[in-house]
């Protein structure tokens, strides 16, 4: 397994600490890790960008061209990378920051309702993890217990009692209903609970293709191939 | 096994300092290495092992008080970038004549001049090729992830110490910003005085006994003789070193056609570089020089007798490929050497290496 990946957005977003969270979290499930920032005067106040790699072999390049996943949180983070995810890649974006949706086919597009959601639960700060539950949702390659060392890890100690309210955003964005284009809806074809697990389970193949009739349609509820004992970890969150 | 981090590159150098036993650390801030004296500062290597953490007032004072410090046989050791080493070469210059082990880490930043912060591999040539005034070679090390970040810092002392020879690690912005998991030694205790003299006594100066003849350490000598003498043994040092500390790494060269040669960051690129070509049907393969001086020469030689052709991939305008084409040359060989890099802050793109390679050697 490899997994390369960008979170993009502004500074102060919580760009660089999401991708520190996933390092940390790779590590304990005993990946090899490269985080990756964009440093320099971009950073203040501009776009903040960070490549994050995990994967069961020696990592290669930092550099690199095409994305299996794009989380994207601003509208100038969208123009630049939504051409650089890999065909049959992911992008989870946040509306709130981004005017003009993505507009692929070929790849899976999540719309997150972070910002939203974070403000609904009154504390628009934990955003990020929202969206990086919904991250971990579609693409299951952590484990609640070891997401939860990432924190601990990443977080100064002194943050250590925001732990709770980080995992509870975490699972609320698990929860986010989303709105899923694919090749085949934007094709027109209709896309039943049982198709759309496939696209998401990404180990099997991302690339089905759809047989029944055209629908653009917005989805509820994402199923995805589920580890029953994981879900019952995080189903204890309170 | 040993405590495993999440640690940018620059933190690494730092901590690895403090873990291998170093005795001082002097330097003055310069973007993108100032993690190096900040992971220093707020770990407070005093408190615990009685390491001095001190910036100087420029990169000139720091080299200098590497100098003094070094010449007690303790471990002393600085950080800068591009431009902060510009500015030590004097220093550098002065500590290989007057042969003290010290490390010397630059973190590249593109130049020439103020040039850019991005990452760079322009200071080839002054790591390898001296940089300051005379006949002198540092022993240089490129390391090409975190892990050896960590590593090399111990490596590089050991080696400064065991030829009395200043000792550089050569990365670059990006090693330094990047963050990797990484497995930090034990901490090692300092030498203690009586270690010292027992390890370096017959040349620091740790306090005159009656015993023994005053050590001297100064790079200056009026007698040409003596200074041509000196120069012989350096000679005889520097080849010595070529013959016993080369360190290289090769992956999947042993039927590769056409080799990318490169080192730190683009050895990173290249390795992903390979595994496109590989998919393509071609046979590539790459060497991965992990020592700079003393430069793997003789594992070039030998692969040119086997090789179409290299190709030299760098953050440079075509440094590295000298070296490479003088290995192959010395080798009688016909293989082709070419050069691949970008500069002023760009790191290549794993596609644009295969595509340089393509158009290069495949003729497409």
Not at chain 1, 16 to 32: F, H, N, P, R, V
Not at chain 1, 34 to 62: C, H, K, Q
Not at chain 1, 64 to 77: G, K, P, R, Y
Not at chain 2, 59 to 85: L, W
Request: one cysteine or more.
């Amino acid at each position: 397994m490899t997994e390369e990946m960008i979170i993009a957005g502004f500074g102060g977003q919580g760009v660089l600490s999401m991708g520190k969270i996933l390092a940390y979290s790779g590590i304990m499930e005993d990946k090899e890790v490269t985080w990756f920032p964009s440093y320099g005067p971009e950073m203040r106040g501009g776009t903040a960008n960070v490549t994050v790699i995990l994967s069961d072999s020696r990592i290669s390049s930092p550099i690199v061209q095409e994305f299996d996943t794009a989380i994207i949180l601003n509208q100038q983070s969208m123009d630049k990378f939504e051409s650089a995810v890999k065909p049959g890649g992911i992008l989870l974006y946040d509306p709130n920051g981004v005017l003009t949706p993505p507009t692929r086919n070929d790849i899976n597009i999540f719309k997150v309702e972070g910002t939203k959601t974070a403000i609904e639960m009154g504390n628009p700060k934990v955003f990020n993890m929202i969206v990086f539950g919904s991250y971990l949702k579609v693409r299951p390659i952590l484990s609640l217990d070891n997401v939860e060392k990432g924190l601990e890890k990443s977080l100064p100690k002194r943050y250590h009692k925001l732990i709770p309210l980080n995992l509870e955003a975490i699972k609320k964005g698990r929860k986010l209903s989303g709105f899923a284009l694919t090749k085949a809806i934007m094709n027109g074809e209709d896309l039943d609970q049982d198709q759309l697990i496939s696209t998401v389970d990404r180990e099997k193949n991302l690339n089905i293709s759809y047989k029944s009739k055209p629908k653009l349609q917005e989805i509820d509820k994402f199923y995805i191939t589920e580890d029953p004992i994981e879900e019952e970890k995080w189903s204890k969150i309170p | 096994m040993g405590e495993i981090r999440l640690m940018k590159g620059n933190e690494v150098l730092g901590e690895a300092a403090i873990r291998c036993g170093c005795d001082g650390y002097f330097g003055y801030p310069i973007t993108p290495q100032s993690e190096v004296m900040e992971t220093l500062m707020q770990r407070a290597p005093w408190n615990e092992t009685g390491m001095v953490v001190l910036q100087a007032e420029s990169e000139v004072a720091s080299i200098n008080m590497v100098y003094g410090a070094a010449g007690t046989g303790k471990k002393a050791m600085t950080s800068s970038s591009s431009p902060g080493i510009s500015l030590m070469a004097e220093g550098i210059s002065y500590i290989a004549g007057a042969e003290l082990p010290c490390l010397i880490i630059n973190v590249q930043r593109g130049g020439p001049g103020l040039g850019t912060i991005q990452p760079s591999q322009a200071d080839y040539f002054q790591a390898v090729k001296g940089g300051g005034h005379g006949d002198y070679k540092l022993i240089v090390l490129a390391p090409a992830s975190v892990q050896e970040m960590n590593d090399f810092v111990d490596l590089a002392f050991n080696l400064a110490f065991k030829y009395r020879n200043p000792a550089m690690i050569l990365t670059d912005g990006a090693l330094g910003q990047m963050m990797e998991k990484v497995e930090l030694a034990d901490q090692k205790p300092r030498w203690t005085d009586e270690e010292i003299k027992k390890i370096s006594g017959d040349w620091a100066t740790t306090g005159k006994p009656t015993s023994r003849k005053k050590n001297v350490i100064t790079s200056l000598e009026m007698d040409s003789n003596v200074m041509e003498a000196k120069n012989r043994r350096f000679q005889e040092k520097y080849k010595l070193i070529e013959k016993q500390e080369t360190r290289y790494e090769l992956i999947q060269c042993d039927d590769a056609e056409y080799i990318l040669v490169a080192f730190g960051t683009s050895a990173r690129v290249c390795q992903k570089s390979v595994e496109i070509a590989r998919a393509k049907g071609l046979k590539v393969g790459l060497l991965r020089p992990i020592t700079l001086f003393p430069f793997p020469n003789a594992v070039i030689k030998e692969l040119a007798h086997k090789a179409k052709g290299f190709l030299s991939v760098e953050m440079s305008a075509g440094q590295m490929i000298e070296d490479i084409k003088l290995a192959v040359y010395e080798a009688g060989s016909n293989a082709r050497v070419n050069y691949f890099g970008r500069m002023g802050g760009i790191i290549p793109t794993p596609g644009e290496v295969v595509d340089a390679l393509e158009n290069k050697f495949y003729g497409s």
